[in-house]
């Protein structure tokens, strides 16, 4: 069960883990890597681009006759072996941007959840009575002292976007090295997996089907609830489509 802090960083209470994330996803590990994969890759531009022999410009003319020199026959000084000349199967302009069909998207990141739970990597912080402006203090309140913000687990901390206190949170936090702030819109499966720890205020955690999702009953309602809250964001490609 994931503990609850307040504004102070002392424990107030526990609340329930969601059914849908107490379930076993282990035999996802692949469903897992593609869509670590896909937000990885498809947000590259693929502009990297490379000329080949017959696109440098010269080298029209042979640049010694074939026979009676000593030397290599040559044919062009555009030719690979030569500086400034072509590249042989260089990159050229592509879109890296990979298909995921929605279930699976979906899956995968109901699994990045439950495995931040079952390794007891999910915190709440009550957020109605925040009020810190220092960021001394907000560490303290994360990592229990402003030393060990240094060398503490990375934390993610997720609100709802809009929510009272998303920007004092955001602004408090800016300048801790190991703490990164997102919102519930924006959340996806690598920033579930890379941080060793999350955050989550009182009203993200209610969008996970929280206490109040609980209350509508059912794991698969549990389910669509999360992940249309939280939403499974779109990536795309600054290239466009591909060739």
Same mark, same amino acid.
């Given at each position: 069960?994931?503990?609850?802090?307040?504004?102070?960083?002392?424990?107030?209470?526990?609340?329930?883990?969601?059914?849908?994330?107490?379930?076993?996803?282990?035999?996802?590990?692949?469903?897992?890597?593609?869509?670590?994969?896909?937000?990885?890759?498809?947000?590259?531009?693929?502009?990297?681009?490379?000329?080949?022999?017959?696109?440098?410009?010269?080298?029209?003319?042979?640049?010694?006759?074939?026979?009676?020199?000593?030397?290599?026959?040559?044919?062009?000084?555009?030719?690979?072996?030569?500086?400034?000349?072509?590249?042989?199967?260089?990159?050229?302009?592509?879109?890296?941007?990979?298909?995921?069909?929605?279930?699976?998207?979906?899956?995968?990141? /109901?699994?990045?959840? %439950?495995?931040?739970?079952?390794? #007891? +990597?999910?915190?709440?912080?009550?957020? @109605?009575?925040?009020? !810190?402006?220092?960021?001394?203090?907000?560490?303290?309140?994360?990592?229990?002292?402003?030393?060990?913000?240094?060398?503490?687990?990375?934390?993610?901390?997720?609100?709802?976007?809009?929510?009272?206190?998303?920007?004092?949170?955001?602004?408090?936090?800016?300048?801790?090295?190991?703490?990164?702030?997102?919102?519930?819109?924006?959340?996806?499966?690598?920033?579930?997996?890379?941080?060793?720890?999350?955050?989550?205020?009182?009203?993200?955690?209610?969008? /996970?089907?929280?206490? %109040?999702?609980?209350?509508?009953? #059912? +794991?698969?309602?549990?389910?669509?609830? @999360?992940?249309?809250? !939280?939403?499974?964001?779109?990536?795309?490609?600054?290239?466009?489509?591909?060739?």
């Amino acid at each position: 069960m994931p503990n609850v802090i307040d504004a102070t960083g002392k424990i107030v209470r526990d609340v329930q883990t969601p059914a849908i994330f107490e379930q076993d996803y282990s035999a996802k590990s692949h469903t897992l890597f593609r869509a670590v994969y896909r937000e990885l890759a498809s947000p590259r531009a693929g502009t990297a681009s490379t000329k080949k022999r017959d696109e440098v410009a010269g080298g029209g003319r042979k640049p010694w006759r074939q026979k009676g020199t000593g030397r290599a026959r040559q044919g062009s000084i555009r030719s690979p072996q030569w500086r400034h000349g072509g590249v042989v199967f260089g990159p050229q302009p592509r879109s890296y941007v990979t298909d995921l069909n929605k279930k699976e998207r979906k899956l995968a990141f /109901l699994a990045a959840l %439950a495995d931040r739970f079952k390794n #007891g +990597a999910i915190t709440v912080l009550d957020a @109605a009575g925040f009020s !810190l402006t220092k960021t001394n203090d907000f560490a303290k309140l994360v990592f229990g002292s402003g030393k060990a913000a240094k060398t503490g687990p990375s934390t993610l901390i997720v609100t709802v976007k809009g929510e009272a206190n998303a920007d004092a949170i955001e602004r408090v936090a800016r300048n801790l090295r190991k703490v990164s702030v997102t919102d519930t819109g924006a959340l996806d499966v690598k920033d579930v997996l890379r941080f060793e720890r999350i955050i989550f205020t009182t009203s993200a955690y209610d969008a /996970l089907g929280g206490p %109040a999702g609980s209350a509508r009953g #059912g +794991a698969k309602r549990e389910a669509r609830s @999360a992940v249309k809250t !939280l939403g499974v964001p779109e990536v795309q490609s600054t290239l466009g489509e591909g060739k």
